[in-house]
């Protein structure tokens, strides 16, 4: 069983709608949580950063941590076309922030 | 402000020889990271430095990998004695700090015929 799980998709929705991804995990170790978005040919960038549990927004993006059921969600409101990529979510221990652990990815499409 | 530089972006070599990949860091980042990406995975963490220190490489799959970064600045990834499944995006990050935020290269593409 892999460390973090995600599906990868692909995730096709209309302009505007809210758009929901997903983590699992298993190691209970993990407490620093993000997301990273990847246009394709392009290297990862990071877009929301979480310690420990609870809910982080920015902008048309919230990030939540459930640390109790290990679940980690990103939430795009009014999605946009210029939001489609590669979402991958990544985690780190607190005795080693530095080596991230990273999900498969979930491809996302948000056509017009 | 340049970002992270690698070199090549694209290598193609036969079976059995050597490779070094570099990265180039963005200017004052103490820290450097050495992932690798199979198409449609996640990166896969190998190896991280801080300045010339190599702090970490339990994520190198074998004695055939290894990293220096003799300066704290430029990094290279070396493979000796490629095999096909050595195939795949090798990609680089740095960060200004230790567990800093981690800002990715382009990437290069490795292909072992």
């Known amino acids: 069983q892999k460390e973090v799980e995600q599906d990868p998709g692909p995730l096709s929705v209309p302009e505007g709608a809210i758009v929901s991804l997903n983590c699992t995990y298993s190691?209970?170790?993990?407490?620093?949580f993000m997301w990273y978005r990847q246009y394709s040919r392009k290297g990862p960038e990071l877009l929301m950063y979480t310690y420990s549990s609870g809910n982080k927004e920015d902008g048309r993006f919230t990030a939540q941590v459930d640390k109790s059921s290990k679940y980690i969600s990103l939430f795009i409101r009014d999605s946009q076309p210029s939001d489609s990529a590669t979402y991958l979510c990544?985690?780190?221990?607190?005795?080693?922030?530095?080596?991230?652990?990273f999900g498969t990815g979930t491809r996302l499409q948000v056509f017009p | 402000g340049a970002g992270v530089s690698q070199s090549p972006r694209y290598k193609v070599t036969k079976r059995g020889q050597d490779v070094a990949l570099r990265c180039d860091p963005i200017s004052g980042h103490v820290s450097l990271y050495w992932y690798r990406q199979a198409l449609g995975q996640g990166p896969e963490f190998l190896t991280y430095?801080?300045?010339?220190?190599?702090?970490?490489k339990s994520g190198l799959p074998n004695d055939r990998f290894s990293a220096e970064r003799p300066e704290g600045s430029i990094s290279t990834l070396t493979i000796q004695r490629t095999e096909q499944r050595d195939s795949a995006m090798y990609r680089c990050a740095s960060s200004l700090e230790r567990g800093g935020e981690q800002y990715f290269g382009p990437g290069t593409r490795l292909t072992v015929t």
């Open positions: 990544a985690m780190s221990t607190s005795y080693n922030t530095d080596k991230l652990i």
């Open positions: 190691n209970s170790a993990f407490q620093y």
């Open positions: 430095f801080n300045y010339e220190a190599q702090q970490d």
